[in-house]
């Protein structure tokens, strides 16, 4: 029996009852939110998810435009993760620099300079290791400059753990287990900034993945293997999934709320960071916020922190001599 084709009010009208349209007919399409909690943020995502979605093939054709814009967004977000899960105040960004000569023992060239950063931190992790203490860090590489975002000198940027990096008084220079970090680099100079006093690492992402300079089939960054993994969870926005999830929510996992259009709503005693576009026809939305651990996170997490640290000799702590 043939089909009747229907106008497009029909289809938009349909829509609105969470159906969908596909070559093969019609079918239907579930609202699904998904949760991250990485360190004091979390985020919720609202999106369709099909039950007869096709895998996807294999790529054949560049990206568009606003799919390349698509990826960066979701680059950041990917990064903000885990920086927030895994790196605190006291922690570092290190940027290693170039000078003349430095630039040309590598040739000006992009990877041999990344090959070079990557032997710069497995030199790094040694010394943390020898003292018994762990090393978590991205690393990555940049040929962009941080203002106009064009073509610049070839650097480095590494957030790195800080518990072997210290700046005694009266010395302008960072140390790298008692020594200049520019030595321990050995091919220019290294800027050495502490982690801002902040509960969320999304403006640091930005920064960092907007001067990354990905190329096709490249990775953006160079984590280390030890990194902690943000939790995430799917939760299908039904009553019964909602109150299945808020009831059975993990440990730490935000609370899960909508308001009467279908839009997320910040759980109490959070503090909105990021609240996106909601369109009630479409039903996508995108929150972020900080939980409300966030007001006595800088008395705990550093105390936590200290308790899950080895033990040190005497006079091999961070600053020491190596």
Known sequence: MRRERKSKADRAEMRDYDFYF???????????ARIYKSGLTAEISKFWAADNQKPRSSKTAKSSANKKDANGNQAIRQLARILNENFWRRDYLLTLHYDPEGLERVGGNRDEGDRKMMLFVQRMVGKYRKRGLICRYVAMTSEK???????????????????LISKPERREEYLLAGKPISQAWGFGTVDCQQ?????????????????AGCRANERRWHPSRNLRKPEWQDVELTREGIAEYNRHRRRGMPLLKLNADGKLVTPPKCSTLEDGAYIPAIGTHYLRFLMPEYRTAERTTEKRRRDLLPAIPAGRKGGGTA
């Open 22 to 32: 596909t070559r093969e007919g019609i079918g239907m399409a579930k609202s699904m």
């Open 145 to 163: 400059s941080s203002r106009t975002l064009e073509k610049a000198r070839l650097h480095h940027h590494i957030v790195v753990s800080g518990d």
């Open 195 to 211: 982690l801002r006093a902040e509960d969320d690492h999304t403006g640091l992402a930005v920064y960092l993945c907007r001067q």
